[in-house]
């Protein structure tokens, strides 16, 4: 059985603005790693206005935690977002989706079909915790349990 998917470290996923929600529990996970208060993550590195808050990007375009070089600086405390990529509801459910990624996230093993990314993806979310339990606060992007 191949990988469905392998990180190769190129950093395309934390390229762009907006997709990085944080639910609360994100953004308590996220300010002990830095060792700030909640109020100051969002003042500090969330991107202004109303809805669900979100990672804001530098002036380059990737999101304010990303380092070249580095890659991710606050990986121990990062979103659940940012764990549970590629393996988001739309390429789950869409065999069409998870073919468009290909291009854009190098470590998504073409090899292995789609069905088999769907089961790896599914048991790895579940064994991390990464499903939706609040649609209201969580991502759109994480799959509920009965998905
Ligand atoms: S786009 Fe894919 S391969 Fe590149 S860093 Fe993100 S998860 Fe890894
Ligand atoms: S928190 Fe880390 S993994 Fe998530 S987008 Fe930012 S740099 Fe990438």
Request: charged residues 25%; glycine residues 12%.
């Amino acid at each position: 059985m191949s990988l469905a998917f392998e990180c190769r470290m190129c950093g395309h996923c934390c390229h762009g603005e907006g997709g990085i929600v944080m639910s609360p529990r994100d953004q308590e996970r996220l300010a002990a790693h830095l060792g700030i208060e909640v109020a100051a993550l969002l003042s500090e590195y969330a991107r202004p206005g109303s809805g669900k808050p979100s990672l804001r990007t530098g002036e380059d375009g990737y999101c304010v935690f990303f380092a070249e070089g580095q890659g991710c600086t606050v990986h121990p405390g990062r979103p659940d977002i940012c764990r549970a990529w590629p393996y988001f509801r739309g390429n789950l459910i869409d065999s069409t989706s998870w073919e468009m990624i290909q291009d854009y996230c190098p470590g998504v093993n073409p090899a292995a079909g789609h069905a088999e990314f769907v089961r790896q993806g599914r048991e790895y979310l579940r064994a991390h915790g990464l499903l939706r339990d609040d649609p209201a606060v969580d991502p759109n992007a994480l799959i509920l349990d009965r998905d």
